[in-house]
């Protein structure tokens, strides 16, 4: 079976042994991989990171570490890659993801099936309610939680998806992740495939690149919860407004 589109692989160039694990894992399953050099984010000095962030307790509740603000500026660069490619999709893996044997033919079926209106589909994650947007022909789903997954580790992007987010991100606000949680600022259509393609390696997880984010006083705990607040009420109700407000709801109340 031919591969259905590019599979890029963000990696520290540091990271060998994480490289020549995914190399094997594509190699097993006769895929092509493109290894994107990620960005040492630690590495960067204040003018650097200065010139690519606009970082604002406005937009998140802390600072973004150096690992966040590299993981963002490594994602860019594969979504650069697929516009500058001309990809229709392109999917966006980490480094510490396990692939199943069928991932080459459910991708297929995904790329070939999913409506063109799709920016981007989260390839694994999961939360306990869901509206499902489109049934495929081997029966896996496109769903719509009441909020994209909180994880950048497994993505399919299609064309329009990145330059959106190319065009949304001149300057890095807040992690990835958190960042296509605010969907409704970038204006992208975003789902999530049932049952999940890709799942976590559990010892690369533990062992990850990105690190731990800890509050450390009263302060930061304020600015968390005041963040919190003001994304569950503005991601409610623009969920409700782009889904309609009794789908919307289904996801929201808990009956």
Sequence with gaps: MMQPCPVLIINLPSSAARRAAMASQCARLGLTAEFIAAVDGR??????????????????????????????????????YLVDHDCPWAVVLEDDVRLPADFATR????????????????????????LVLQVLSNGDRLVRFRRPPINANAHLWSLA??????????????PIDVEIKHWWEIGLRVATLAPELVTLDPALCRASTIGVRNVRNAAGWYRKLRYNIAYSLASRYQLCRDAGWARGLRLLLPF
């Design 161 to 174: 998806g990145a330059r959106k987010m190319l065009a949304h991100s001149s300057r890095v606000r807040r």
């Design 107 to 130: 991708l297929t079926v995904l790329c070939q099936e999913a409506a063109p209106t799709f920016d981007l589909i989260k390839l694994n994650g999961h939360l306990p309610r869901q």
């Design 43 to 80: 590495a960067l000095d204040a003018a650097q990171r200065a010139a690519c962030c606009a970082e604002s307790f406005a937009a998140f509740h802390s600072p973004l570490t150096g690992a966040e603000v590299g993981c963002y500026l490594s994602h860019l660069k594969a979504l650069q």
